[in-house]
């Protein structure tokens, strides 16, 4: 009897995680049609005389990510304090970094294959040609997903501990959002825009460096979020 | 030899209460604490502190060598809280199966089925738990408590709901794993449940230990006397 | 305490749908074959013959979807149920085939897979609205309860409607369409004419035994679970 | 000892509910940073060269608050199932629509909480003159707000019952939401372009109609999802 | 003289399991039903049913002429389920204030203070639920259920989590009420704390009756006896 090494516990919570979700494989399938719907609502929103599609395409798209990426976070720590279901977590003998890359990967998951529906949707409906810029378009996706999704788990579990849920401490969090959905924000409006893809190169590094901070960040300090 | 449960000046406070006062004491293998005290006295709080859920204020609390909430130390621990800690949207089986794999048990499966064999609740064991009475919970919850057979085994109030049938297997079941040379906490209002198990017992009040002594030479009606004034 | 399954009815072939296959089967070869092509669009109209028929098949059984809701509130008849939840799954099929036929229509004759005509609108959130309505009824476990929802979501879906077609219709002629669409007023030669309502004819037909097989499936399943241990 | 009568039970119970959102804060700024971050997003994705500000605006506007309202929702009966406190309403000699009433009622003041904060940032970051329009558009919002908040609580009970809970919540409601922000967005537009009202009564009637038949609607079919 | 509390083959299944089967039995005022039976058996389901929380399947409850869920009805009944049935962002006082409020108690605040001081939670009245320990939150969830002084308290398990002081302002609430004229149904696991109360006793098995009678001729221990080999 062995612990379960950070992966391999990380991994366990995932898949717990994905387990409870897809209980009812409609979990998922709510998740997209919720971006569908809102990308079709918010055509409506504006006059389309007054303003081309591909210049509401990308705020769209990323306000409709980053509501169901929220979502699906709140969702990931409710799922936790319902019986105290979290406290067996913090008793198992795994480093609370799993608890929170583990749910970090089963967000990200979630929120990737919300994307993989709403680009193909926002194409469509906003007739947009996206073939030509496909590519980067993904490599931001992921980029940012995986951003969006460290700061949003982090931030899932500050207010799922009711401790500090009623702190302030989610509005503190808002600030760190915006570093990382603004650029895939801007990069999206480039690249839709049909501009070249090397303008884009800057934005791209940029969101890789944040990344790399928020991931390593947010993984260090979601520990002490926890402990009470 | 080292003690198996160790607690130096244990204390933990929330605002301006004390719910823990620097509680000193120790468990040997094979030793079962019952801890009584009335509503409020800090039972639920001490055994938080000792399964490292919580952080105390003053002193530490250690595993054999290792101090809480160190992961070795966690993983010796079993606690049988008052809340679930259940998925309920889970069966039995998935629920107690994930705990097995947490603890890196190696036989997952076949631990999972025994423990909710000693149970009794096999038969319920592959509905989601949101669907089992709140006994058939208890077990289930208490099965997930100890499917890693720990050495250390805390149990809050842990008769809660369960029936003639259960509080047996429950009762074997913690007499076992004391056989094993597992030492026990067991919190109860009932001074005869707790007792019976009971290598030493304590009441707890406002935080302190009223009275700390063996159980063997104990009379239950006088203690029960006693305990009813001393609380009063 | 869980009863043996019973025993899955024996499969007979479903005569009616096979015929609705055949009629549907029958009208395609008449649109492709006795049917002259359209003067501007070319092969390309022959997508009328499903994209039309499919459209008014999936308004009806919406309609009848939320009829059966409302009459279930008052009967309580789990076949109104039933029926609610074949005529659904059939439906969306049928929306499904408008929104899949229109847009490769659309792409050749307009240029844009979609416009944002009131009809196109009003289809994609009737599309919208059946698959909430599935999802719903997949989300609840309790028999009584999911019939209960669904009718409910039934009822106000159809409240719903016509808000949605009035807002979308002023949303246009307030502004025209960025691409021109002529969705409106079918004229056609009388034999193109024959065709489209043999279609129409045909697709309802389909819509029927479709809807008749799938609730024997349903009738079937509930007799299932009648008899399986109930949780969840 | 006489049972409270339906407004009094009403407002009882949206009372309390204030009474506990005010306590834990966590819904309302949750909703707020939803909020300012769709505000942000779309101002980062906006390409001021293309769009006009005043076209810009009204869509973000209503954007935030579909998505605000919808978290209002999901709150209102998350805080019930906690610990079965639902069940305590249901077994009080209460007509069961005050529930709904409450709750609408509550929800109603979130959202227009949420809306009075979040027009003075959109005003702010696009720097819009709202002045003029004041009046006019504190009408439209809480006519808008009426319809999000009828058909959403409604929805937020149906779905509070269910397996998937705050994920159906947007799949069911965001289809009802169209004759509403549709309508709220395009007078919206026409205030801040500073267009007089009166083209928009067309709108204004609709929205007007939707909240008369859906507020009576949900009333009457709400204890249809209460009842086990 | 019509019974206050009366059911009518009253029965409830979940899926295909029958948690309650047409129970029938009726208490008049000042009469106590000690209601035991193993986990699984039906007695919350049985409560919930009698407060009109769920719809039976089969079979009707009524509180004095009234049927369920008739408001008037709902009104005379006080649940103290296994849930807290409790706001836990609110303090105790604010909860009980509450549910007088919504059965229209004229003196509310005056009926708070005293439902809190007969359950002694009083000096913690003013915390949010949250922080209470256990015992003290059921302390309150029994303030709750009982400010209005209901005609029928249904108790299920009402003694968790309750300490010696607890349980005694428990029982001497419950016999007050008993005295005034109440019909008390108390669900318990254990037999002396049920048996001390009722005036009737009754052994739920899978949904049924094993047995039903007068507590006053029992002796405890062969009641002990014959209970564990009938539900064994
Ligand atoms: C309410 C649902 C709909 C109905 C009843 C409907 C019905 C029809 C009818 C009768 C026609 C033939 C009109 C003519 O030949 O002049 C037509 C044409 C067409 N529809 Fe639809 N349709 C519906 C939804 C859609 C949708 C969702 C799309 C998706 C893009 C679509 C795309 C088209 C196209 C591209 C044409 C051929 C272009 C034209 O004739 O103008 N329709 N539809
Ligand atoms: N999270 C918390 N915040 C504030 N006070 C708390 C918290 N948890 C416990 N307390 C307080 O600490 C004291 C001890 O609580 P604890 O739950 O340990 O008591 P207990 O002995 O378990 O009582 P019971 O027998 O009712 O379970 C109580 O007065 C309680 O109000
Ligand atoms: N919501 C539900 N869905 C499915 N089955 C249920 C549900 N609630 C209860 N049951 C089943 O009904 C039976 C009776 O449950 P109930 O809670 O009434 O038992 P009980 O007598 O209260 O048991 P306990 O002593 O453990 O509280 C159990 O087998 C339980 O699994
Ligand atoms: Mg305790
Ligand atoms: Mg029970």
């Known amino acids: 009897m062995t612990h379960p090494g950070l992966i391999a516990a990380s991994w366990l919570i995932a898949r717990k995680d994905l387990a409870i979700e897809f209980r009812t494989r409609s979990a998922f399938l709510s998740a997209l049609i919720l971006s569908l719907l809102a990308i079709v609502i918010f055509y409506f929103a504006w006059d389309p005389t007054a303003i081309g599609a591909a210049d509401l395409a990308p705020g769209v798209l990323w306000v409709t990510f980053t509501f169901s990426g929220l979502l699906a976070m709140h969702r990931s720590f409710g799922v936790e304090r319902q019986d105290g279901a979290i406290e067996a977590l913090l008793t198992a003998p795994i480093p609370r970094e799993a608890i929170f890359l583990g749910k970090a990967f089963a967000n990200l998951l979630f929120v990737l294959g919300v994307q993989a529906i709403a680009l193909p949707a926002v194409a469509i409906f906003y007739n947009l040609p996206v073939g030509h810029a496909l590519a980067p378009l993904a490599v931001v996706m992921v980029l940012a997903a995986i951003g969006l999704v460290s700061v949003g788990t982090l931030l899932g579990g500050l207010t799922a501990n009711t401790r500090l849920g009623e702190l302030l401490l989610p509005v503190l969090a808002l600030p760190f959002f915006v570093p990382v959905v603004m650029p895939a924000a801007q990069v999206t409006a480039h690249l839709l825009a049909g501009r070249p893809i090397a303008e884009a190169f800057a934005w791209i590094r940029i969101l890789l460096a944040f990344d790399l901070v928020f991931v390593y960040l947010c993984t260090l300090v979601f520990p002490l979020t926890l402990d009470d | ?46 055994l938080r502190l000792l399964a490292g859920l919580i952080k105390p204020t003053t002193g530490t609390a250690r595993i054999g060598a290792t101090r809480l909430p160190d992961l070795a130390a966690r993983s010796r621990v079993g606690l049988i809280s008052h809340r679930s800690l259940l998925y309920d949207a889970l069966t039995a089986r998935e629920n107690v199966h994930f705990s097995a794999r947490l603890h890196g048990l190696t036989d997952a499966t076949a631990a999972t089925t025994r423990a909710l064999e000693a149970l009794r609740v096999g038969d319920r064991a592959d509905v989601p738990v949101r669907a089992l009475s709140r006994g058939l919970q208890q077990r289930v919850a208490i099965a997930r408590a100890i499917v ?85 | 305490m869980t009863s043996a399954p019973a025993a899955p009815p024996v499969r007979r072939p479903d005569w009616l749908l096979l015929a609705a296959f055949a009629v549907v089967a029958a009208a395609y070869v008449r649109a492709i074959w006795f049917t002259p092509p359209d003067l501007l669009q070319g092969y390309a109209q022959k997508i009328l013959y499903v994209h039309a028929p499919s459209a008014w098949v999936a308004f009806l059984a919406f309609g009848l979807t939320a009829a059966a809701g409302a009459f279930w509130l008052f009967l309580k008849d789990p076949r109104l149920d039933r029926f609610a939840e074949s005529s659904a799954e059939v439906g969306v099929v049928f929306n499904t085939a408008v929104l899949v036929s229109g847009p490769l229509w659309g792409k050749p004759i307009w240029g844009a897979w979609w416009v944002w005509d009131a009809r196109l609108t009003l289809t994609l959130f009737l599309w919208f609205l059946f698959l909430g309505y599935l999802v719903l009824r997949g989300a609840i476990a309790d028999r009584d309860a999911r019939a209960r929802y669904a009718a409910v979501l039934g009822l106000l879906g159809a409240a719903l409607i016509p808000f949605i077609h009035l807002s979308v219709y002023l949303f246009n002629t307030q502004h025209p369409l960025p691409v021109v669409a002529n969705t409106q007023g079918i004229q056609m030669p009388p034999v193109m004419a024959k065709t489209f309502f043999f279609a129409f004819f045909a697709f309802t037909f389909l819509y029927v035994a479709l809807v008749r097989s799938r609730y024997a499936l349903a009738t079937e399943r509930d007799a299932l679970d009648d008899s399986a241990n109930g949780d969840d």
Do not use: W
């Open chain 2, 1 to 46: 030899m080292t003690p198996l449960l160790e607690a130096e000046s244990l204390g933990r406070t929330f605002g301006a209460r004390r719910a823990v006062d620097e509680l000193t004491f120790s468990l040997d293998p094979g030793e079962c604490l019952a801890l009584f005290g009335p509503n409020g006295a800090g039972k639920t709080t001490a």
């Open chain 2, 148 to 232: 890693h057979q720990p050495d250390v085994i805390l149990a809050d109030e842990p008769y809660t709901g369960l029936d003639e049938s259960g509080s047996a297997a429950l009762t074997g079941l913690l007499q076992e794993r004391r056989a094993a040379g597992a030492a026990l906490i067991v919190v109860t209002h009932h001074l005869q449940e707790g007792l019976a198990l009971a290598t030493h017992a304590a009441i707890l009040r406002s935080g302190r230990f009223a009275r700390y002594e063996r159980a063997a030479g104990l009379d239950l009606l006088r203690y029960a006397a006693e305990y009813r004034e001393l609380v009063a």
